[in-house]
């Protein structure tokens, strides 16, 4: 069964740092998102994307955010200088034309 | 915008009992509705959505969910619980345009089974 795949499963990284989460969407799919959730929080929605461009982005995804997809296969999530607030487990998506969201299984960040 | 609310942070069952988990959402046209688990340090599973149709969904791992236009709820029920049940349990609702779609999320219903 296809699925979302995300890479790394966890990263360290100092304050200030930048940081590129990589995810792999299921390849037929034309809407990719990015959603984080904060220890103990909610899932919270962070971008979509289609047609190579940025179709909503909610009001946490800021300048220090950016989201591409350089290939045919990948969609990233760059944070420029993270921030201590930044850690969080964040989750790639993908859907096609219509149906539910597939989910990875995430990628915890932690930021020291 | 559309916002969804689990009223339940915690829930705990016995085994074997029956589950109903809680779920309102504000939306002003028909949504899509979801309902995901999440077990400890893993990603979101889709057990089961609604998009239009038969208001009494069937999901995995026995779930069902039954959307009711009326109280704007999509509550989840399994008549018998598994202690491998114990997660975590989000409902969404999806708002899909042509250009782009986002789930709101609940904040979850945290599901403790006693033996």
């Known amino acids: 069964e296809p699925e979302v795949t995300q890479t790394p499963s966890h990263q360290v990284t100092q304050m200030g740092q930048e940081v590129i989460l990589r995810c792999v969407p299921i390849?037929?799919?034309?809407?990719f998102y990015w959603y984080r959730q904060i220890l103990g929080q909610k899932v919270e929605f962070l971008v979509s994307?289609?047609?190579?461009?940025?179709?909503?982005k909610s009001e946490i995804f800021d300048d220090q955010f950016s989201v591409e997809r350089p290939d045919g296969s990948n969609f990233t999530l760059k944070i420029r200088s993270t921030k201590l607030e930044d850690s969080a487990m964040y989750f790639c998506?993908?859907?096609?034309?219509?149906?539910?969201?597939?989910f990875g299984e995430g990628s915890r960040l932690t930021v020291l | 915008a559309q916002s969804v609310t689990q009223p339940d942070i915690h829930i705990t069952v016995s085994e074997g009992a029956s589950l109903e988990l809680r779920c309102n959402y504000s939306y002003g046209a028909t949504p899509y509705l979801f309902w995901y688990v999440q077990s400890p340090g893993q990603g979101l599973q889709l057990l089961l959505k609604y998009f239009s149709g038969d208001t009494l969904v069937q999901g995995i791992k026995g779930f069902e969910a039954e959307f009711k236009r009326s109280q704007s709820s999509f509550n989840l029920r399994k008549p018998s619980v598994h202690w491998s049940d114990a997660a975590e349990y989000f409902c969404a609702v999806g708002v899909w345009e042509t250009s782009g779609s986002r789930l709101t999320f609940g904040e979850g219903t945290q599901l403790t089974v006693n033996p």
């Open positions: 998506a993908s859907r096609r034309d219509t149906g539910e969201l597939f």
């Open positions: 390849s037929n799919h034309l809407y």
């Open positions: 994307f289609y047609n190579n461009e940025i179709s909503e």
